[in-house]
């Protein structure tokens, strides 16, 4: 299922359409159930030519009981210049209202929170949904986290899918690249790129969401397609590590950090050993997102 049929939900809607995906049927909800049919038959016209054939229909809270995965893509959009923790007051109580309608339906599987600010909504959707903290997931910085690797991919010009690098930290602006640990094929990045290439690298990715916001008023493919390559992770077991927004026990925080992903939903959380600086820049990341949901909180 996914709450929220705009510019994110039907981006992931059409993402899975496009893709050969483990998934057999997409129910689609929002608000506006006119919006929500509506792009459930535009996404069947698709159907006869698809590499995919899934059942695709609209429906409502009450159909989550036998939903694999609910997605939460519902929210207030983010303006130009608004960051996304200035979304949290407006987004908390709408994802309050649609996570108690949920699992008053029974709903036993999985939540991928992606509405802004994901990380304080999905710390607030496991304490909303009484799940285990397992069973809840924010998309984290796995957006980022590819933006970072075009960048370096472009630069040494290498395949994206041969870096390995990752974006931690809130999906925000106190995000940043953990570099200790980036290579390709084993060869550090740190090795490969001076300090001022990784810093405007490091600067793009953190920022790159404004520009879009700014030139067309939303970023939604990019997200679709990482949304969408979680879901398969999950469906498909296929325990690929993942920087998503999971729960750090000690900090009680959910935060993008690479984790194990398999059917049951977070398998385990990596243990990374982290500089000094990197271990500082993500406590101070951590403090944002605490902060932040107190004052819902309160």
């Known amino acids: 299922m996914i709450v929220g049929t705009g510019n994110v939900g039907a981006s992931i809607a059409f993402a899975l359409l496009n893709q050969r995906t483990p998934v057999k049927e997409l129910i689609l909800t929002d608000i506006n159930q006119d919006d929500a049919e509506g792009e459930a038959l535009d996404l069947n016209d698709a159907l006869a030519v698809a590499p995919s054939w899934l ?21 207030a959009n983010q303006k130009p210049g608004e960051t996304r923790l200035g979304l949290l007051q407006k987004n908390a109580k709408i994802t309050h209202d649609i996570v108690s309608q949920i699992m008053a339906s029974d709903f ?19 304490q909303y949904s009484g799940l285990p903290s397992e069973r809840v997931i924010g998309t984290g910085t796995i957006l980022d986290s590819a933006r970072l690797r075009l960048q370096i991919a472009n630069r040494l010009q290498v395949h994206p899918k041969s870096v390995h690098a990752y974006q931690i930290g809130e999906h925000g602006d106190s995000e940043f ?3 200790s640990s980036a290579n390709i094929g084993g060869e550090p990045i740190v090795n490969l790129l001076s300090d001022n290439q990784r810093s405007d690298m490091e600067t793009f990715t953190r920022e790159e969401a404004y520009a879009i916001i700014e030139k067309k008023g939303a970023t ?6 990482c949304t969408v390559h979680l879901i398969n992770c999950i469906l498909g077991d296929e325990r690929r590590v993942l920087p998503v927004s999971n729960l750090d026990d000690c900090n009680d925080a959910y935060y993008g950090f690479p984790a194990v992903i398999g059917r049951e939903g977070i398998i385990r959380r990596l243990e990374l050993k982290l500089t000094e600086p990197e271990g500082i820049k993500l406590q101070q990341s951590i403090n944002i997102i605490k902060d932040t949901i107190k004052q819902v909180k309160e």
């Open 55 to 75: 059942k695709i229909r609209a429906g409502n809270y009450a159909d989550a009981e036998d939903c694999d995965i609910c997605v939460l893509t519902a929210g």
């Open 108 to 126: 036993d599987g999985i939540f991928i929170v992606v509405s802004n600010p994901m990380d304080a909504l999905t710390y607030l959707t496991w």
């Open 177 to 179: 690249a953990l570099w």
């Open 220 to 225: 939604h493919y990019g997200i679709g397609a």
